[in-house]
C-alpha cells in the first residue's frame, strides 16, 4: 500500500544553519505531497504543499519539490530560527477510489539551539 | 487557528469506560476525517466522513465509531476503553476530498 517514510530524529540545528528533512513515498498512483508541523502544544498546521510532479511548495522559508522521478519531496530552508523548532511530518493523499485521507511519515523533530 | 473546533481538549478517564470527542469542522467544510496520534503507532487514519455519510475507513477499531450529524459536527465515540487508546485524537475538515485538509488542536485522552 501507500507509504511515506522521512527520516528518523531528532535533528538539532544551530540557528542560521541549513536544514534538509528527506521524505521519499510509495505511491500506485499521483498523489499530492504535503508537509505538516506540529509545534509543541499545538495541533498539526498545513505547511506546504504540492499536487503535481516538478511541483515547489513553500512557505515561510521551507520548500519542497516534488519529483516523480526519485518519489521524494525533501523539505528544506536555508537558515532556520529557534521558532522553526517543531515536529515536522510529511504525508501524502491519494484520490483514488473513494479515499482522500493523508498518509503520515512518522515525523521529524527538529531542535534549533541559539 | 484553523477553525476547526475539538472538545474536550483534554479527558482521563479509566478503562473499560466510554467517550465521546466532539468536532466542528471549519465552516463551509464538508468533509471530516478522524485520527489517532500515539508514540507507539504515529499519525493514523481512522475514518472519514462526507456530508453524513462514511467514506473511508482507515485503523479504526470496533470498539470505535463516529458520525457526522445534519449541522456536519462530528462525534468519535470510544467505548471499553484499554490503556493502549492512550492518544491525541486530531479532527481535520476540508470542503471536499480535492482541497487542503485543516486540522483542530487535538483531544489528549488519557486513560488509567
Known amino acids: 500500500g501507500d507509504s511515506v517514510t522521512q527520516m528518523e530524529g531528532p535533528v538539532t540545528l544551530s540557528e542560521e544553519a541549513f536544514l534538509t528533512i528527506n521524505c521519499t513515498y510509495t505511491?500506485?498512483?499521483?498523489?499530492?505531497l504535503f508537509w505538516y508541523v506540529q509545534y509543541p502544544g499545538e495541533g498539526l498546521q498545513l505547511l506546504l504543499k504540492?499536487?503535481?510532479?516538478?511541483d515547489k511548495g513553500s512557505n515561510k522559508g521551507f520548500e519542497a519539490t516534488y519529483r516523480k522521478e526519485t518519489t521524494s519531496f525533501h523539505l528544506e530552508k536555508g537558515s532556520v530560527q529557534v521558532s522553526d523548532s517543531a515536529v515536522y511530518f510529511c504525508?501524502?493523499?491519494?484520490?483514488?477510489?473513494?479515499?482522500?485521507?493523508?498518509?503520515f511519515g512518522k515525523g521529524t523533530k527538529l531542535s534549533v539551539k541559539p | 487557528d484553523s477553525g476547526v473546533t475539538q472538545t474536550p481538549k483534554h479527558l482521563i478517564t479509566a478503562t473499560g469506560q466510554r467517550v465521546t470527542l466532539r468536532c466542528s469542522p471549519r465552516?463551509?467544510?464538508?468533509?471530516v476525517y478522524w485520527y489517532q496520534q500515539s508514540l507507539d503507532q504515529g499519525l493514523q487514519f481512522l475514518i472519514q466522513?462526507?456530508?453524513?455519510?462514511?467514506?473511508a475507513k482507515g485503523n479504526i477499531l470496533e470498539r470505535f465509531s463516529a458520525q457526522q450529524f445534519p449541522d456536519l459536527h462530528s462525534e468519535l465515540n470510544l467505548s471499553s476503553l484499554e490503556l493502549g487508546d492512550s492518544a491525541l485524537y486530531f479532527c481535520?475538515?476540508?470542503?471536499?476530498?480535492?482541497?487542503?485538509?485543516?486540522f483542530g488542536e487535538g483531544s489528549w485522552l488519557t486513560v488509567v
Open positions: 481535520a475538515s476540508s470542503l471536499n476530498r480535492e482541497n487542503t485538509i485543516y
Open positions: 505511491a500506485t498512483g499521483y498523489p499530492s
Open positions: 504540492a499536487t503535481k510532479a516538478d
Open positions: 504525508a501524502l493523499e491519494y484520490y483514488g477510489g473513494s479515499q482522500g485521507n493523508l498518509i
Open positions: 465552516s463551509g467544510d464538508l468533509s
Open positions: 466522513y462526507y456530508n453524513g455519510e462514511e467514506r
